[in-house]
């Protein structure tokens, strides 16, 4: 079964910096990836995918995330945050076809904090 | 389109009593889930729904059990709340089981049981 490891719970970062939160799942054969957001006191938004093709992807709103087959990694890149970015940030796996439903492997999440 | 959406925002339960929330979803999607989120634990998968009266378990189903009368409404109910049920509960429903497909979530429901 999958695995998905948030390398960071929290990231504190100022506003204009750049940031970068790890996310790596464990190896598979064939793999779809998922950035989720969730704002205070919000439900969890889809922020970007990777399901195949070209390696990067991005969000319309500056983020971008690069699958690494190698690394089995896919981290989460901005090079420049404001502070209405502060918001916790899950990394999604979607297993293999299990029991006839979509299943989700999260990880704990990382809690991003932009400080002016 | 209002998505999906969960009653009640916030609840306070005794150790013992029982409650339900109510998941509704406007997008004609098949698959519905409930998930509990714990502080340093990502979403845990608690049961799911493939369909208008089907219902299965996922990761965490003790002390839960959940509905699935209409295509639109999944039920989630405590019959006897246990302080170890406080957590945030999330809704979602996917279009597909496509592994490929996103979820989309409803805003949550806080639950304290003391």
């Known amino acids: 079964a999958q695995s998905v490891t948030q390398l960071d719970s929290q990231v504190p970062v100022f506003e204009e910096a750049p940031v970068e939160l790890r996310c790596n799942y464990s190896?598979?054969?064939?793999?779809?990836l998922f950035w989720y957001v969730q704002y205070p006191n919000q439900g969890l938004q889809l922020l970007l995918k990777?399901?195949?093709?070209?390696?990067l992807v991005k969000s319309i709103n500056g983020f971008e995330a690069e699958f690494n087959k190698s690394q089995t990694s896919f981290h989460l890149r901005k090079p420049s945050v404001h502070i209405s970015d502060t918001a916790e940030y899950f990394c999604?796996?979607?297993?293999?076809?299990?029991?006839?439903?979509?299943?989700?492997?999260f990880g704990a999440g990382t809690r991003l904090a932009v400080h002016p | 389109n209002a998505g999906v959406t969960q009653t009640p925002k916030f609840r306070v339960l005794k150790t013992g009593q029982s409650m339900t929330l109510l998941c509704a979803q406007d997008?004609?999607?098949?698959?519905m889930y409930w998930y509990r989120q714990d502080p340093g634990m990502g979403l845990r998968l608690i049961h799911y729904?493939?369909?208008?009266?089907?219902?299965a378990k996922g990761e965490v189903p003790d002390g839960y059990n959940v509905s699935r009368l209409k295509k639109q409404n999944f039920l989630l109910g405590l019959e006897s709340a246990a302080p170890s049920q406080t957590s945030v509960y999330f809704c979602?429903?996917?279009?597909?089981?496509?592994?490929?497909?996103?979820?989309?979530f409803g805003p949550g429901t806080r639950l304290t049981v003391t």
């Open positions: 729904s493939v369909g208008e009266g089907t219902t």
């Open positions: 990777y399901l195949s093709g070209s390696t």
């Open positions: 190896s598979s054969v064939s793999v779809y």
């Open positions: 979602a429903s996917s279009y597909s089981a496509h592994r490929t497909y996103e979820q989309y």
């Open positions: 999604a796996v979607s297993d293999k076809f299990s029991g006839g439903y979509n299943k989700l492997i």
């Open positions: 997008m004609n999607h098949e698959y």
